[in-house]
């Protein structure tokens, strides 16, 4: 059985600057793995060529998901396909109701796939019961897109997008990023809802905190564009220990 | 299918430079002879069988406009009109005095039918294919010069509300006609009103006597044919005491290489406690991507809240012509009366808007609102130009404004230019203005989402215009945001 998601010796550059120099991560079915590294190591960049973000240029290996070469697909194929990106920061969408632009995403989806579109009765349905577990009121979901929403419920509406659509890679950027420990609790407690043997997941983060409430199948260490160490989740905890410090020099 | 979703699907289907109402119909016409003089206004006076006044009426204009200048301080840029070299009057070859809609020539239904409009009233009365409760709507369709069909003049009849060509108005109702045409837009205002006034083939009249609630929406579709051929009509509207009326306008012309003109004079009067809504989808032909051809769209529109209480709505969407010059306002002469202002103005190519309005508060408690959207795309540039002022007398006169622009790519210009003078210390002036960009962070969150490049810029556009759109009537609404994601179409990428 081949991978879900296979990275190989990938190298991206932003202008002139090579940000990823070689770069290495295979991702199977019904694994969690946290990527880890202090600012400017790659982690964001690599979560952004993953989900095709313009302004990167690939200049060397390869991206396969599910088999197929997911650098020759446009973002929205590459969503249609199943990778889901948690923004650490998501955008505000004036005018645009949260319910239609749920809507209107979840059938673009679908319509790519060749599947029907959802009917308005069992689309309604879905949310709300979705809603609910993330306790998301409906009042938000009227609400123009993330406007107005504090960190915690635009990291929730990110995990309620999530469960609608189903992805079978989802990526977290920073999820942690602005969350006081409630506001943390709730939406890691509705990841590990989907956590599925079908599903894959990369959990980016600079902190060992997060870890505790989504726990980790695997870890890796990136510093300086590649991955210097992967272990078992006790790396983690390693690493709030002795920081990233070693791993710089080893980079280096 | 959201709308965002089928507004998208129907821009797929499109070429970028493909304007969809770009088609030309081939039929007979009458024309006056090129060039504007005199003579050229006593034929279309003669034309028209008018009466007597009506020719002296625009002659008078006529006169007045050799001594206009053509106005500059717009910010548009256009070479020289030459007003000899275009026609003034052109129409069908039929008879425009038509008992029925099967007199009217079958090329001119064909080419209404393309557009969409429902002239064929007995079809839409059978009711065969009418949805529950859809409102219905009187057409009239004017062609050029001419206006070649009103539907549900029968049923208007009956309510007392006049709805008719102004052609025939002003032989069947000189009374009115008298009274009021040129009594918001003088003879004298601007220099394109001046030149409709003496050229001005047709238009609606309407006229809601006290009392009555209109009881459909009436509407009216403009469609230059003709190659060369200004555009010159005329609407007044009256809702008398108490009265209601809500009137939509839609106008579309062929694709062609040469500009064509378009000047028209809009005139409503609303006397106490009466309402006028007034809605435009304008969409006459933009030019090609190079900039090439494209209508010259220099309109006057004016509102006079006459009496107490009386009220006057504008709401425009205007996605089409090469040059925009158009400032629909509101007179706010009866105390507590109350003017608004709903705008949509999109560009795209090299189109240049410079739109806007001017409410006047000349009664006491008079209210004002402005909520304008300006979208530019491509290498356009997009103008909102506004004014309000208060008269000493005008206590407690409020406005409050609106204005948004939204820019896609960094070749178009957005500009805000308003005017806000107060005579008075009770007045209460508000403005807000934002201008900002769609962002690639936006985008690509939407497209992150399964959204296609096109759908996000549609998607964030309809959000962007949401107010203003909710002011339209249900059925142009669904048909503006199609026309918003057509108008943008090739504006990313």
């Known amino acids: 059985m081949s991978a879900l998601l296979e990275v190989k010796n990938l190298q991206v550059r932003v202008e002139d600057r090579e940000i990823l120099h070689g770069l290495s991560l295979t991702v199977n079915k019904g694994e969690v793995h946290a990527i880890m590294g202090p600012n400017g190591s790659g982690k964001s960049t690599l979560s952004h060529v993953i989900a095709g973000k313009p302004g990167y240029e690939v200049t060397g290996g390869e991206i396969l998901f599910k088999g197929e070469d997911l650098l020759e697909m446009s973002p929205d194929e590459r969503a249609a396909k199943g990778v889901f990106l948690a923004f650490q920061y998501p955008v505000e969408i004036p005018g645009v109701a949260t319910m239609t632009f749920l809507r209107t995403a979840l059938n673009a989806q679908r319509k790519a796939r060749g599947e029907t579109e959802l009917s308005t009765p069992d689309f309604l349905k879905k949310v709300r019961e979705v809603a609910a577990s993330l306790n998301i009121p409906q009042d938000m979901l009227r609400r123009g897109v993330n406007v107005g929403f504090s960190g915690g419920e635009k990291k929730r509406n990110e995990v309620l997008q999530m469960a609608l659509f189903q992805p079978s890679l989802c990526i977290l950027d920073e999820m942690d990023s602005g969350l006081d420990i409630d506001a943390l609790r709730i939406a890691a407690d509705g990841v590990n809802a989907l956590r599925s043997s079908d599903r894959a997941m990369v959990v980016i983060t600079h902190y060992q905190r997060l870890l505790n409430y989504i726990v980790p199948d695997y870890v890796h260490v990136m510093s300086k564009g590649r991955v210097v160490k992967s272990g078992g989740k006790e790396l983690a905890l390693e690493l709030e220990e002795s920081g990233y410090a070693q791993f710089e020099e080893q980079a280096a | 299918m959201p709308a965002e979703l089928e507004t998208v699907e129907r821009v797929r289907r499109i070429d970028v430079d493909q304007y969809r109402y770009g088609f030309e119909t081939i039929i007979e016409s009458e024309k006056a002879p090129k060039g504007l003089s005199e003579d050229t206004v006593r034929f279309i006076s003669e034309k028209k069988n008018e009466p007597a006044w009506m020719l002296e009426w625009r002659l008078e204009a006529f006169r007045r406009w050799q001594t206009m200048q053509e106005p500059t301080w717009a910010r548009v840029d256009y070479p020289k009109i030459d007003y000899q070299d275009l026609y003034y009057y052109a129409a069908p070859k039929k008879k425009p005095e038509l008992a029925s809609l099967d007199e009217v020539d079958p090329e001119i239904l064909k080419t209404y039918e393309k557009l969409g409009i429902p002239l064929r009233e007995q079809e839409i009365l059978a009711g065969v294919v009418r949805p529950e409760g859809e409102r219905r709507v009187a057409v009239d369709a004017v062609f050029d010069s001419v206006s070649v069909a009103t539907t549900f003049q029968k049923e208007l009849k009956q309510a007392g509300v006049i709805f008719m060509p102004i052609s025939e108005a002003i032989r069947e109702h000189p009374d009115l006609v008298k009274k009021y045409l040129g009594s918001v837009v003088p003879t004298s205002d601007n220099f394109f009103a001046t030149l409709n006034s003496a050229v001005f083939s047709d238009g609606s009249f309407v006229y809601v006597p006290p009392g009555v609630r209109c009881p459909m929406e009436l509407s009216t579709y403009f469609r230059i044919n003709e190659r060369n ?265």
């Open chain 2, 229 to 493: 051929t200004g555009q010159f009509e005329r609407t007044l509207i009256i809702a008398d005491k108490g009265a209601y009326v809500s009137y939509l306008e839609g106008c579309t012309a062929p694709q062609r290489d040469e500009n064509q003109l378009h000047a028209a004079v809009v005139e409503l009067v609303a006397h106490d406690d009466a309402e006028i809504k007034y809605s435009t989808v304008q969409n006459w032909y933009p030019g090609n991507s190079e900039g090439k051809g494209g209508v010259y769209n220099f309109v006057t529109k004016r509102g006079d809240c006459r009496g107490r209480n009386s009220k006057i709505s504008w709401t425009q969407v205007e996605t089409g012509s090469a040059i925009t010059w158009k400032y629909p306002s509101c007179i706010l002469r009866g105390d507590n009366s109350r003017g608004e202002f709903y705008s949509i103005a999109i560009s795209n190519g090299y189109q240049q808007v410079d739109s806007g309005t001017k409410m006047i508060h000349l009664g006491k408690n008079t209210t004002s609102r402005i909520i304008s959207k300006g979208i530019a795309a491509g290498k356009s540039q997009n103008t909102y130009r506004g004014l309000v002022s208060a008269h000493r007398k005008a206590l407690g006169a409020r406005n409050f404004t609106a204005c948004d622009s939204l820019l896609i790519g960094d070749k178009c210009g957005a500009h805000t230019v308003p005017y806000v003078e107060a005579k008075n210390a009770s007045a209460l002036f508000e403005h807000e203005a934002t201008t900002s960009k769609i962002s690639e962070d936006v985008l690509f969150y939407c497209v992150q989402r399964g959204l296609s490049q096109e759908e996000a810029v549609g998607l964030v556009v309809n959000g962007f215009v949401k107010d203003v759109l909710q002011q339209l009537p249900m059925e142009f609404a669904v048909e503006a945001q199609k026309l918003i994601s057509i108008s943008l179409e090739g504006s990313v990428g």
